[in-house]
């Protein structure tokens, strides 16, 4: 599939209305994407126990569409709940790199955005967009589930304006990957 998103844009433009038909693309394919953002399951510290209060019954995260997957391979986005400590760095990225594109993250707390109250550690690493990127940062310690729902909200909002003949169905920062560990 990410091949045919990939060649996609070249061949419509080579046809007449080929504008008109990747327009609509765009609109089909962002809106399947929008509707279906299945996050990995995925903790790291206390903030997780905000992120699995999401998915249980008094919020409910099901109506979003965001229904939790066991393997990164089925995933479209990674919830990063909790303190980063430089052991799980490798991990981290790896586990990145095996979801399918394109892939999104969000920073849940203070922790996973700049280290938080572990900031002056040696073993914590201050924001986890030290090593991949991230699309949506949550701030608090921790966020209330209804901070999780907003955004994945907002994730949502950026994937309706994903464009097929810009980025090849990715999102900018995709391009670059994630960056080096020793930066942490
Ligand atoms: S931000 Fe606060 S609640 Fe979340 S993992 Fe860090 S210390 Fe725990």
């Not at 569409?65 to 760095?89: E, F, L, N, Q, W």
């Not at 594109?101 to 938080?116: K, L």
């Amino acid at each position: 599939m990410g091949l045919v998103l990939e060649k996609l844009p070249g061949l419509a433009e080579g046809v007449p209305g080929g504008g008109v038909f990747l327009t609509t693309a765009d609109a089909l394919i962002d809106w399947t994407r929008k509707c279906s953002v299945w996050p990995l399951t995925f903790g790291l510290a206390c903030c997780a126990i905000e992120m699995m209060a999401s998915y249980a019954s008094r919020f409910d995260f099901d109506r979003f569409g965001v229904i939790p997957r066991p393997s990164p391979r089925h995933a479209d986005v990674m919830i990063i709940a909790g303190t980063v400590v430089k052991k799980m760095a490798e991990p981290i990225i790896q586990i990145y790199h095996q979801m399918p594109e394109p892939r999104f993250v969000i920073s849940m707390g203070s922790c996973a955005n700049c280290g938080g109250p572990y900031w002056d550690s040696y073993s914590v690493v201050k924001g986890v967009d030290k090593i991949i990127p991230v699309d949506v940062y949550i701030a608090g310690c921790p966020p209330r589930p209804e901070s999780l729902m907003y955004a994945v909200t907002k994730l949502q909002e950026k994937i309706l304006k994903m464009k097929l003949s810009a980025t090849h169905g990715a999102a900018p920062q995709q391009d670059k990957g994630s960056r080096e560990i020793a930066a942490a």
